[in-house]
């Protein structure tokens, strides 16, 4: 399935490393900041057709992914929950809560994505049984 992604790498060395060809090494560096959309592989790499053939394979800490514009993520009794990835910060998620005439109800906020990561699999993630010995 595709999804949109934000090239974000930070160090290029592991990638010169991998690489044996300086023009494919361009195009990484050419790719980095910008959105694309992209094959989510099973281990999380993720593989971005720039041409007929050229591609970039990009591990899980190399990319961001992106919502680009404003997604009803729910509903909070008669509000409307939407988020949408922070033009700001890539780590980062805004919300917004709208009544039902589609007024924010109050300004935008936005969270690190290991934020809402965290939340969510302490409040909804599966329990741990503890090891008990008879």
């Known amino acids: 399935m595709k999804k949109r992604i934000k090239v974000t790498i930070t160090d290029f060395e592991p990638i010169k490393q991998n690489l044996n060809d300086p023009e494919e090494l361009s195009l990484y560096e050419a790719a980095n900041g910008n959105t694309y959309d992209a094959e989510i592989e099973h281990d999380g790499y993720a593989v971005v057709d720039l041409s007929e053939d050229n591609y970039l394979e990009l591990a899980p800490t190399e990319y961001q992914l992106m ?22 910060d890539d780590k980062a998620l805004l919300y917004r809560m709208l009544d039902e005439a589609g007024n924010e109800t109050k300004a935008p906020v936005s ?3 290991q934020v809402v990561e965290q939340v969510s699999k302490t409040w909804f993630g599966k329990k741990q049984k503890a090891d008990v010995d008879a």
């Open 67 to 88: 919502i680009e514009e404003w997604t009803n993520a729910g509903k909070i009794g008669d509000l409307t929950l939407q988020t949408k990835s922070d033009p700001a």
């Open 111 to 113: 969270l690190p994505k």
